[in-house]
């Protein structure tokens, strides 16, 4: 294969046992590293796959691409330009070529790139004939995807096109009718399929900005548009998950919190709390908005989601949370919340609301709340201490050893003058 000796990124070899390998260089982490501002900055990556074509075309964004036969070096590139480390939205150049089989190492590198490109540049030049194009397209989404967040956040498929060369008509509608014939199928590994006519390549620099705009704006209108800070993290949980299975999701809501998971006792600390709550007849109503602040301050912490890289200046995390409110709900509250309900209904049958109806509040709170806290720009905790007090007057009577009243999620290890026991988190 041809590559470039100072971008080579990923490897990928077959295991002992048949097994996904992939070695990683570092060099993703590196030019992350290396930006202006990496808790601002918003990376996107782009990924060519072909041959002698797709080799030109980087030529052409790249006037020091220079290529040379040396297979074992890494399967896939990586490059930034220079002139992008101060923009807010640098672009990450990615290659790889086209493989003739769907091995079960192929699909895991697939799996993992797919999990992170915005756009899947695919160069008919590096086809005998449109219609093998199709089959690449049908056979790339045999890889499927692994994540877990909604389809339109997948991979635009762009298919590159040189007007010199550029099909019949009559190959064109049976190209775009057989993609609509296989949306479903398509769909597992890209929102959609899209196609672009150049004369020459080096024009495809400003054809692809638009298609990076609108990626850039789904992505944001879905909260899944990552940092250079989260992308560096997640990344690397992603590599060390693909490398285990190649079959399971990738959940990013889970991942991000690897190292602060949810209190697996978390339904006992909410049944706890609304027990107290309703004995201190506090209605179910008035409870909603203390759970739901508590979810936003327990989820969306200072700096959530990314480890600080070494020598990274703590003031250039991201502050802005970046997984949808109501995707983080689903995944790790809605459980332990309606385990709190429902048990709650079997020690007091008659409550103001249904167990699902509450569970539901309590959604719709939680997403307000993150609203508010993102419109504000404001800390999670800040805004946590201000409902806190706001409803001090309801909760003033209600003592627990048994929950920190504060977050509702530990169990309490310190009782200051106050005498409202904290855990060993709250009391800091």
Partial sequence: MKYTSNAAWLDVVAGDHGDVRIRDSGRLSHMLRELENPGRQHSMMILFLG??????????????????????????????????EGNDAPVLFTDDELHATLSAQQRGNYLLLFLFCNIVCIFTEDFPRLD???????????????????????STALVVLRQDSEPHR???????????????????AFSTVRTITLDIYSQLRNALQPHLDHAANIHSAHRARFTAVHLDSLFQTALRHTVMTVTESFDHIKKMRIDNKVPENLAFHLTNYIRLGLRAEISVEDLVPSIAFSIVADNYPLRAHCKPPPNTILKLHAKIPVSDSNLMFECLYRQPILEAFLW?????????????????????????????MKEKRMPSAE?????????SALFCRVRSNRTCLWCRFQKPEHRPD?????????VR
């Fill in 51 to 84: 041959s002698e074509a797709k080799d030109e075309a980087l030529e052409r964004l790249f006037e020091k691409y220079v290529t040379q036969n040396e297979p074992e070096k890494s399967n896939t590139t990586i490059r930034l330009q220079r002139e992008a």
């Fill in 132 to 154: 093998r194009v199709t089959h690449f397209l049908l056979f790339a989404a045999q890889a499927g995807s692994a994540s877990t967040l909604p389809l339109q956040v997948r």
């Fill in 170 to 188: 009559l190959e064109m509608n049976k190209f775009h009718q057989t993609i609509t014939a296989h949306r479903g199928c398509i769909a597992e």
């Fill in 344 to 372: 709650q209904c079997k020690e007091q049958p008659i409550l103001s609301l249904a167990p699902d109806a509450a569970c539901e509040l309590v959604r719709v709170e939680t997403n307000r709340v993150f609203l508010s």
């Fill in 383 to 391: 805004l946590h201490q201000n409902q806190l007090m706001s409803q």
């Fill in 418 to 426: 106050c005498e409202h026991d904290l855990c060993e988190i709250c």
